[in-house]
């Protein structure tokens, strides 16, 4: 099979879950970010813990893991894992007023999970803008993507540096 064609689709062209059955198990580890720009002032109570929603960075970090362990029910055709690790990491960036969200989903099976990974660092984005919403609306949440991937027959993947 070639890298264009699309395996979420069967020979009539209708959507199917692809058949990871023959797959080798394998480690497999994904690593997403993304990040969510704001003002002066809902960067300030985030950083300082005073937003009256409570820790907006816990509450993030509990959603983002709980959206790892959702995927499959969120992304239509994506496998049920079982996932062995999923940790979550927050990177705030004072100067242009902006957190990021690192997520790194790892199994032992027969698919990637990238698609875990990146569900994970919506959902935390999200949670985030949730949380601090009252006070900016104009919120810009971006960047997000697949640092990299290792395991499975495609091989690694890393992506050059996001800026």
């Known amino acids: 099979m070639s890298e264009q064609e699309f395996t979420h689709f069967d020979a009539r ?6 058949d990871v059955g023959d797959k080798a198990l394998t480690r497999r ?3 997403a970010s993304g990040r969510i720009c704001m003002g002066a ?3 300030e109570l985030l950083q300082s813990g ?7 960075l816990g509450v993030a970090r509990v959603a983002a ?3 790892v ?7 239509p055709l994506c496998h049920p894992l079982a996932l062995t690790r999923v940790a979550v990491d927050f990177v705030l960036h004072a100067d242009v007023r902006a957190v990021e969200i690192v997520v790194t989903a790892q ?23 949730d949380m601090l919403k009252a006070v900016d609306k104009a919120m810009v949440i971006e ?3 697949v640092r990299s991937k290792s395991g499975g027959a495609s091989g690694d993947f890393v992506r050059a540096a996001v800026e």
């Open 41 to 43: 002032l809902a960067f």
């Open 107 to 129: 199994t032992h099976g027969q698919t990637g999970v990238e698609m875990e990974a990146l569900t994970g660092v919506s959902v935390g984005l999200l949670t985030v803008y």
């Open 69 to 75: 362990k959702q995927t499959s029910s969120l992304i």
């Open 13 to 18: 062209g209708q959507a199917h879950m692809v």
């Open 65 to 67: 893991i709980q959206a």
């Open 29 to 31: 580890v994904a690593v």
């Open 50 to 56: 005073s937003s009256k929603k409570g820790d907006v």
């Open 143 to 145: 960047q997000v993507c």
